[in-house]
């Protein structure tokens, strides 16, 4: 297992479009984890999310993130991100983030629709900025 350089980092976080597992905490503290898309501004991971989503209802209580992004297939690879979350509620960016967001993981040709699906009011912007990132590949050489 090798750590993963900056660039290294980023191109895999960037170059294919990997869902990432977002994990928020309940009220009880049990762990919640879901499935999101994302891109990148700077260091920040950003995704959308409906405002009466179960992450949405943790996030709004308790900011703190960790997000696993990773390649299951040999020889593995993954960034796993803890951070804290910044929720805006009406971002006047939204739908330039959703549009960006689903031209990633659905193409191009898709993005607009997309795009004007998810960049609606209720659909909130959230950006994570990172505390403590652990980037690591090669796993199983």
């Known amino acids: 297992m090798q750590k993963m350089t900056p660039a290294e980092m980023r191109s895999f976080l960037l170059d294919h479009a990997r869902t990432a597992k ?3 905490v309940r009220a009880d503290g049990r762990p ?8 990148l501004d700077g260091d920040d991971l950003i995704f959308t999310t409906w405002h009466e989503s179960v992450k949405a209802t943790n996030l709004r209580r308790d900011p703190r993130v960790c997000l696993l992004i990773d390649d299951e297939a040999p020889p593995f690879a993954f960034v796993q991100i803890e ?11 939204l739908r330039d983030w959703a549009t960006r967001i689903a031209g990633r993981y659905m ?23 990172p505390t403590k990132i652990l980037a690591q590949k090669n796993i199983s050489d």
Not at 32 to 39: N, R
Not at 83 to 93: K, P, Q, R, S, T
């Open 32 to 39: 919640h984890v879901a499935p999101i898309w994302f891109d």
């Open 83 to 93: 951070g804290v979350a910044e929720i805006a509620e009406a971002a006047a960016d």
């Open 22 to 24: 977002l994990a928020t």
């Open 107 to 129: 193409g191009a040709d898709q993005a607009e629709a997309f795009g004007r699906r998810n960049g609606v009011p209720g659909e909130w912007l959230v950006r994570v900025t």
